[in-house]
């Protein structure tokens, strides 16, 4: 099952309402946030689903960019 | 309290994210000292693009398992997509193991003494019937320095030819001369960190979004930190880079020239230049005969200010369609900004005009002041993790000798016959075939033995067929090293030699910002594959061996390990504009990155070149007499940059009633050239698995076509059938075809027209047609 973090970008005065949308995805945990970053971690029963949620978050609004840093367990 | 096994690893991940951004995670204490997912890391650098994002790849059993980003490089621990999905490339299905020999149209698994035997007879009976202009090698911005610099001595020092270049030809060339002729020696000045420092964005041909994900992202960040920040993009694509942008400027595809001298005419004519800068830094020259002899002379300021005149925003509007105010709002923006960075790639570069186009640019820059500073500078963004670093520096292009010498001038050539220890006269005069003109030579059968090695010219040359009809000639010798087979390349080779990938051989790379990283060996190559630094020296050997000049190559070719050829690179950088003697092994090994110059070993690298003020200390060496700027590189020129008068011209096969549209090619954000690496990894293939064209929605409306729909383009060189992609991001009349896709060889429609003075080819612009299919 693998887990990968992830940096969310997001545009300025955002961060309520990506947050708000972060929250009923799943399978994704936040960790923190600062400035304009969120820290994520995505859970995923495969790659796969990692790889839908992470065009997921592209799709919120006000998201600029969605950047993995550190992928574990996908052998 | 007990952590599972699960949430350690969440933890470890977020803390290796919120470590990115400079965020302090609370630690459970069972988290302590816990190294996830690895038995070790090992630094390395990223395979892909030319930004050169460090990495650490995770070794457990004598397999990657694991990658994360190197927070303490220039990349703050950040990844893209394709980063992240990097130890699959290395466990593919098709990798190269053994040799593999084409008998009877099929290849057959020979051992690896046949092959060197089989080789070392073909290119030796090549150059003892038919001269050292028979044989060539093709080489690549991936390569590792060590590999190219080994091979442009073989060919150069050892056997006296110039028949060797690489793929950097296809996709940097305009930009390495632009930088010569404006500045005098190649390699941007500036740096990513720049980025951090500037107030106004011009990106100009390039999605960074796309191409170069990690440095788009500071250029975001930068612009979400600081409102003032103006961020212009040039582009006749509205691609997901223009998302961040102020301002759009779209044109027709091939106008840009006009463009970028309109903009120096409304800073002219607004006087908002720095006059200081120009009288003190510049001179002013534009082409007198385009030759050859290629002829090119002085003029004063007025003679280029009486240039710019026709280059009105109301005549730039005119032929590129981009409205004269948008044109008027950037120049004004680009000048009056506290600090301009400019930044860009193969729009600019992969045109018959990319040289002039690159030129521009700097104009812009050197009329403003906008160089030299923090968050001023001129910036090409480098495609290949090692064109810089492995091609433009250590001379692998055919004109070019190592450290910013050249095989036309004779200084330049005793100095490194001298360095080499071959006889003088032994490098040819005469630069050698380019790319495209080795790959014609190949096919007139004037070349009859060529090593292709760590690149996929049979998929990746422009105007392809003819080109790939001719590599699988029988009359001539293919030998293709490479990490998979088949490719497109491979399929048509005569020889295969399965080749180690990266993270199974140790070197060095060198990316766009002049940093030069040690990627060390984490794992084993599979089964028969070799390091190609191993397999360029055992041919060298062999070789000189058969041409009775054994003594010769122990000589020339006396290196044990990458690490020997490392050092005698170093030092042939020295004294240079290029001087990184300071770059020992060991200290590389441990630092993440340095970039040059860095003449001694405490020497901490220089972030900008040309300027005293700002840490170069070649300034001093070079031009005592300057106080801080100086265009050292340009000593013909009393260390000054040149402002070049060059006209607008459009792309050389411009569209007309019976091919109306332009194509263009490029990237996606999944995948990387021809997708040897990106495709093989399920999760960017299932993302993004074919080619299609993009077609704007005006377009597409009047010919009836609708998103999915089978479309047929056709160039006057070949047709291609696609998916069609309905979209507004090209613009009218401007269709784009990614060119990752072995199967969907859009470059059998591009053309091989190529600049006069790179050589590079215009993949950004042909005539095409389109029909539903």
Redesign the interface.
Known sequence: ?P?????V?I??NSGEAVLHSLAVIGNV?V???????I???I?GKD??A??NT??ELYAIKNV??A????????? | MEISR?QL??Y???I???S????E?PLPKELEAAN??ADKWVKTVCRYCGAGCGVYVGVTKG?V?????DKDNWNK?????KG??L?PILYAADRAKYPLLKKDGKFVRISWKEAMDLMTEKFADSIKKHGVNSVAFYGSGQAYTEESYVMNKLFKGGLGTNNIDGNPRLCMASAAVGYVSSFGKDEPMGAYDDIYHADCFFIIGSNM?ECH??I??IV??RK??N?DVKIIMADPRKTLSA??ADLHMSFTPGTDLAIVNAMAHVIVKENLYNKNFVDKHTVFKKLVDPGPPLKVGKVSWDEYVKFLDEYTPEMAEKISKCPKEDIIKAARWFAQSKATMSLWTMGLNQRTRGVWANNLVHNLHLLTGQICRPGATPFSLTGQPNACGGVRDTGLLSHLLPYGRLVANDKDREEIENFWGVPKGRIYSKPGPTAVDIFRMFNKGDIKALWVACTNPGQSLPNLAPYRKGMESKDTFLVVSETYHPTRTSELADLVLPAALWAEKDGTYGQSERRYQYLEKAVEPPTEARPDLDVMLEFAHNLFAKLGRVDEAKKLFNFKNSEDVWNEIRQCSKGTAYDFMGMTRARMKKAHGIQWPAPTEDHPGTVRRYTAKYGDILVKKFDPAASDVSFYGAKADSNKATIWLRPHKGPAEPTDAEYPFALTTGRQIEHWHTGTMTLKV??LK??APNAYVEINPNDAQKLGIKSRDKVKLTSRRGSIVLEAKVVDVPREGLVFVPMHYPDELINNLTTDAYDALSKQPEFKICAVKIEKA
């Open positions: 099952m887990v990968v973090s992830v940096i970008d545009e300025n945990s960790f923190g946030v600062k400035d304009n970053q820290v994520a971690v859970e790659m796969k990692v790889e992470i065009k600029l960019g950047y993995p840093i550190l992928a574990c367990g996908y052998e | 699960r690893l969440k470890s991940a977020a290796a994210a919120a990115a951004i400079g965020l995670l996830i997912d397999k398992v694991a990658v994360k980003g621990g950040f990844l893209c997509i992240y999905y130890p979004a994900p990690v788009f992202r975001n960040e979400q930190k409102k998302r961040i399920p999760e299932r993302s």
